[in-house]
């Protein structure tokens, strides 16, 4: 049976889902609806990148379980906005520093949780740079290599949410739970794949 394709609204959808947090974010500042805006921010922001990070992994379960390869496609969208996010999360903290050279030094050293923010996004600025169809064109198999580094990224991602938080330890439990159900989930295909004969 021929595989439906992705309807042509999938991707339009998912690029305004995946930017209304930030417009909402923007609108209740702007409306004067939260108490302090920069904290909200850098939260929601660093929330949004964790969150888009795992959904990105959370793909190629879904296409194994819905047995719908098209749904693939969307995977790209995800991991760039993930990156995007984490960029604003970024710059909302450099502002706030004044991108202070001795500010920063001062936070990395009381809150050692920075460094592994900054961790995650090095990690993910070659893949957000190599996301396009040429860069996976001319890098071929060292692409799929190269894309490797969002397990690394993912796993200090929980360990920065963790690190930062100070009580109610929930959320961050509930996304190292997921990320450990996500990986190992490729761990368990890993080990169960089929050997080709050579
Ligand atoms: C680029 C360097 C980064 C810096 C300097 C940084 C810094 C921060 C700061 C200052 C906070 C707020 C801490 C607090 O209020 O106590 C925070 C929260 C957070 N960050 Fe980052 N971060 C970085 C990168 C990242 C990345 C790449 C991710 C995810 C992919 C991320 C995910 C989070 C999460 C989930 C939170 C907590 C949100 C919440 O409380 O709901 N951060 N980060």
């Given amino acids: ?62 296409v194994r379980v819905a047995h719908w390869p098209p749904l693939m496609r969307l995977r790209r969208m995800l991991g760039v906005y993930c990156f995007f996010y984490a960029c604003v999360h970024l710059a909302i903290y450099l502002v706030l520093s004044g991108a202070d050279p001795a500010i920063i030094t001062d936070d990395i050293m009381k809150s050692p949780y920075i460094v592994v923010g900054f961790s995650v996004w090095l990690l993910l600025l070659p893949l957000a740079i190599t996301s396009t169809d040429g860069w996976m064109r001319r890098l071929k198999r ?45 761990v368990w295909r890993a080990l169960h794949r089929p050997r080709s004969r050579s």
């Fill in 1 to 62: 049976m021929a595989q439906q394709p992705l309807p042509v609204w999938a991707k339009p959808l998912l690029f305004i889902l995946c930017a209304l947090p930030l417009l909402n974010a923007a609108w209740r500042v702007y409306g004067g609806s939260v108490a302090d805006p920069a904290d909200y921010l850098t939260r929601e922001t660093g929330w949004w990148a964790l969150s888009l990070l795992l959904a990105s992994l959370a793909v190629s379960p879904l």
């Fill in 142 to 186: 060292r692409w799929s290599r190269l894309h490797r580094l969002i397990y690394p990224a993912a796993g200090l991602a929980v360990l920065h949410f963790w690190w930062l938080t100070k009580s109610d330890l929930a959320r961050p439990l509930a996304f190292a739970l997921l990320l450990g159900l996500l990986l190992g989930w490729r």
